[in-house]
């Protein structure tokens, strides 16, 4: 795995990673990280090896839906009413 890919992988910039490397904290082979041997390294030096997700905000809309049906014969129904209504919920 190349730098840039290593980067990719801990949710950091190029220049981060670039920043470990002069630390001494990546393991490379050649041109290559070797990512078991890098990650041992910063696990010791980093609070975390991967950035956490962020969370992402969620949104909600209340829907209340009122129906007046009024019954005028076995199996007959009529609507007479129908009204629906959204709102945001209280935070």
Do not use: C, Y
């Given at each position: 795995?190349?730098?840039?890919?290593?980067?990719?992988?801990?949710?950091?910039?190029?220049?981060?990673?670039?920043?470990?490397?002069?630390?001494?904290?990546?393991?490379?082979?050649?041109?290559?990280?070797?990512?078991?041997?890098?990650?041992a390294?910063?696990?010791?030096?980093?609070?975390?090896?991967?950035?956490?997700?962020?969370?992402?905000?969620?949104?909600?809309?209340?829907?209340?839906?009122?129906?007046?049906?009024?019954?005028?014969?076995?199996g007959?129904?009529?609507?007479?009413?129908?009204?629906?209504?959204?709102?945001?919920?209280?935070?």
């Amino acid at each position: 795995m190349n730098q840039a890919e290593f980067a990719e992988l801990h949710g950091v910039s190029r220049k981060t990673v670039t920043m470990w490397k002069s630390r001494g904290w990546l393991v490379m082979e050649g041109n290559e990280v070797n990512v078991e041997a890098s990650n041992a390294n910063i696990e010791m030096h980093r609070k975390t090896v991967t950035q956490p997700e962020k969370k992402k905000k969620l949104s909600a809309t209340v829907v209340t839906v009122t129906i007046q049906i009024r019954v005028t014969g076995p199996g007959d129904l009529e609507v007479m009413t129908a009204t629906a209504e959204t709102s945001q919920p209280p935070k």
